[in-house]
């Protein structure tokens, strides 16, 4: 088993782009923490240069020591909390300096909004590994053709397939609006020939499951169908969230929708599991009888 210290050093990560900078991302080795957030420290310069200016944090924090007191001694770092959902950055409670900042008036910091606008989804998904890792939880896998079958509830061949309800996620994708969180679904097409450009989002309000609308996609056109008059800026706000978020946002989705085109064998519906007898060959793939593998 690694040591935390050598955990920590696998959350260095260089930032797309120029000027050359890096970040040391940190997630708590509590398995009782359930936050989604990460402390962020990032840097102009090489990889050598950060580590020698972050080593007092490392240091503090692989020991559970006083992070706080080596915090105060970071010279030209950027610092912040990053919630992995949300990506809010705010001020750091390990940072005594910020602490006490006003969260908004902090997050618009520009040098907070630059790292933040560096963070590649790559970048985000190998943060968030090192979040699971640090809880002592399992990786989820990556998405990849050949595997078991994915049952999905109410689908038949042509309905669209949401890229959230087929595995379990490295990270939610939710946005803050106000006070309110909010989350989507993001239905691709699937079928192995077809050619269509089709993607529709369907945003929802994430603790009550009141729709707000969808935006259908094909190719870079779009359509926002709010699902009522009264809720149509607010649809326009997390659009214009989501393309914040995502630039440019047709690579984004066609990236996401051919791995679900090449996830498509591995489709099944489970109303068509329900009706296979205990002695049809399982839908797994296996071979096996579906009493002798599968069957509940």
């Not at 420290?41 to 990889?47: D, H, I, K, V, W």
């Amino acid at each position: 088993m690694n040591s935390p210290r050598k955990e920590l050093e696998a959350g260095l990560f260089a930032l797309p782009g120029s000027p050359e900078s890096w970040l040391w991302a940190l997630t708590c080795f509590d398995p009782s923490c359930m936050c989604r957030d990460a402390l962020i420290l990032a840097a102009e310069g090489s990889r050598e240069e950060l580590i020698a200016s972050c080593e007092p944090v490392l240091e503090a924090w692989a020991a559970s020591g006083d992070t706080a007191a080596a915090m105060a001694t970071l010279q030209g770092v950027t610092r912040f909390s990053l919630h992995l959902d949300t990506l809010k950055a705010t001020p750091s409670p390990h940072d005594t300096a910020t602490a006490m900042l006003d969260p908004e008036e902090f997050s618009s910091r520009p040098e907070v909004r630059a790292v933040v606008a560096r963070l590649s989804e790559d970048t985000l998904d190998r943060i968030a590994s090192l979040w699971f890792r640090a809880k002592g939880e399992p990786v989820p896998p990556p998405l990849t053709p050949s595997g078991p079958k994915i049952p999905l509830d109410d689908w038949s061949r042509g309905d669209l397939v949401d890229w959230f309800g087929v595995r379990e996620l490295l990270r939610a994708e939710l946005y803050l609006v106000g006070d309110a969180l909010y989350a989507f679904n993001e239905l691709h097409c699937i079928e192995p020939n077809c050619t269509c450009a089709r993607t529709k989002l369907r945003f929802y309000n994430a603790p009550y499951g009141e729709n707000v609308g969808e935006v259908v996609l094909d190719g870079a056109n779009w359509t926002l169908v709010p699902e009522r008059p009264d809720t149509a800026v607010l649809l326009t706000e997390l659009w214009d969230a989501f393309l914040a978020r995502h630039a440019p946002f047709e690579a984004h989705l066609a990236s996401r929708n051919a791995v679900m085109h090449g996830l498509s064998a591995r489709f099944v519906s489970k109303s068509a599991i329900a009706k296979l007898g205990r002695n049809d060959p399982c839908y797994c793939g296996s071979e096996k009888k579906f009493k002798k593998c599968c069957a509940p």
